[in-house]
């Protein structure tokens, strides 16, 4: 897809996720809205070897979507890609359907239960390092919160990519510089992300996480030689697409109603209009 494409796609999927929330009464739109552009870059913009045709295909790239309570955009994509039947989005939160509040792994496309935050980068790492000793060129991208990174095992697993050298692996943080309940810097500091990043050996790319042409950059710039490990700090707007959801933590989780969801179909129905036109 080039870039209109890819920003049509993106207004779809954050369309998709609002009514997927709306439906199930309840879901972490903030998150989602952030990382939509991420997720869209990844899957239709020529990164990954990745397709439901090599689900069990060894040499498949690995998708780890460790922020996993932010589902809804990826569920929208992978029914999209025809992993599963894209109408068991309209079931999504619901009794009886395959997509819960968090990943599982046993959705198709879906490689490890996430959303329990911390892990997703230690599994990333020993996926990089299984493929360095099998040689194996498969590439692990892992996708991070920002205040998820907080957490000790993050670091723990940054200190074992950089050791190892995993050159194999790319860490996309979602820098939306809000938690659940507050603005990151209130609760963790204001170093810069990518500082932190450096410190620990890795890479640092810093792109603009909703512009396409700066994230499939960043991607062409993280997949050049290096011996590290590469971090790619997305700059993005938590809630980005629905006016009273932008930087708002209140948006963290819970579903728009009444005059809320009516405002939020309509600027992101304008927003699909004027990417048509």
């Avoid at 989602?32 to 239709?44: D, K, Q, R, W």
């Avoid at 700059?235 to 939020?264: C, D, L, Q, R, Y």
Wanted: net charge negative; glycine share 12%.
């Amino acid at each position: 897809m080039n870039t209109d494409e890819l920003d049509r796609k993106a207004n779809w999927v954050r369309r998709k996720a609002l009514e997927m929330c709306i439906s199930a009464g309840r879901g972490h739109l903030g998150g989602t809205f952030s990382c939509v552009e991420i997720l869209v870059a990844l899957y239709y913009g020529g990164i990954l070897n990745v397709s439901p045709l090599l689900k069990n295909n060894t040499n498949r790239d690995r998708v780890i979507f460790s922020k996993g309570h932010a589902m809804l955009g990826l569920y929208a994509i992978l029914g999209d890609l025809g992993f599963f039947d894209v109408g068991e989005l309209e079931n999504c939160g619901k009794n009886g359907t395959i997509l819960g509040d968090h990943p599982d792994h046993l959705i198709p496309g879906i490689e490890i239960s996430s959303g329990s935050l911390g892990h997703g980068l230690s599994i990333a790492c020993g996926l990089a390092l299984s493929a360095k000793m099998n040689k194996s060129n498969f590439l692990t991208v892992v996708i991070l919160g920002d205040a998820e990174c907080n957490e000790g095992s993050v670091w723990e697993a940054a200190m074992f990519g950089q050791n190892h050298q995993l050159n194999n692996l790319i860490a996309v943080i979602d820098n939306n510089k809000i938690g659940a309940s507050d603005f990151t810097m209130n609760f963790s500091g204001s170093a810069l992300m990518e500082n932190k990043w450096q410190a620990f050996g890795w890479r640092t790319i810093k792109v603009d996480g909703h512009n396409f042409k700066d994230i499939l950059s960043g991607f062409e710039r993280a997949k050049q030689p290096t011996d590290k490990p590469t971090a790619i700090i997305a700059e993005t707007i938590k809630g980005k697409g629905v006016s009273f959801m932008e930087n708002n933590s209140n948006w963290h989780h819970g579903a728009p109603k009444g005059e809320f969801a009516a405002k939020a179909r309509q600027e992101l129905t304008y927003q699909e209009n004027e990417n048509a036109s």
